[in-house]
């Protein structure tokens, strides 16, 4: 069996993992979704390609380099995947979904401003990123 049929059998089987947090992780990370990509796990954002030279994809809209690197360093991912595996696994929304959730939940949403400050303008609470 490939790595990557692993991979994805073992995501099937993880249960969500509930935090005190998710009442504010979830309406935020549903708001991202869609700000992202408007819902659509398929989502190819061809926008960026001019900024840092690649398309960013999937639901959450990540740069292949950064679903890498976070994918290992949140341990969904084991060291040895490379992009050419991960690039398969990119537009697995359970995989992004949960990796999104374990970056919202360490403060890690700094390349998601945009969304992060349209979420809380929608809100009306909070203080912009830009700004802390």
Not at 28 to 39: D, I, P, V, W
Not at 44 to 49: A, E, K, L, M, Y
């Amino acid at each position: 069996m490939s790595l990557i049929a692993i991979l994805t059998q073992l995501q099937a089987t993880l249960p969500p993992i509930q935090t005190e947090n998710d009442d504010i992780i979830t309406p935020f990370q549903e708001y991202l979704a869609t700000c992202e990509s408007g819902n659509d796990p398929s989502a190819i954002g061809r926008g960026d390609i001019k900024i840092t030279g690649y398309a960013s994809r999937g639901l959450y809209q990540y740069q292949p380099k950064t679903f890498l690197a976070k994918g290992k360093e949140y341990g969904l991912f084991p060291a040895e995947l490379t992009m050419k595996e991960a690039m398969l696994l990119i537009h697995s929304e359970s995989i992004q979904t949960e990796l999104t959730r374990l970056l919202i939940e360490d403060e890690q949403f700094g390349h998601w401003k945009n969304c992060y400050n349209k979420f809380l303008r929608s809100q009306k609470k909070g203080v912009p990123l830009a700004s802390r």
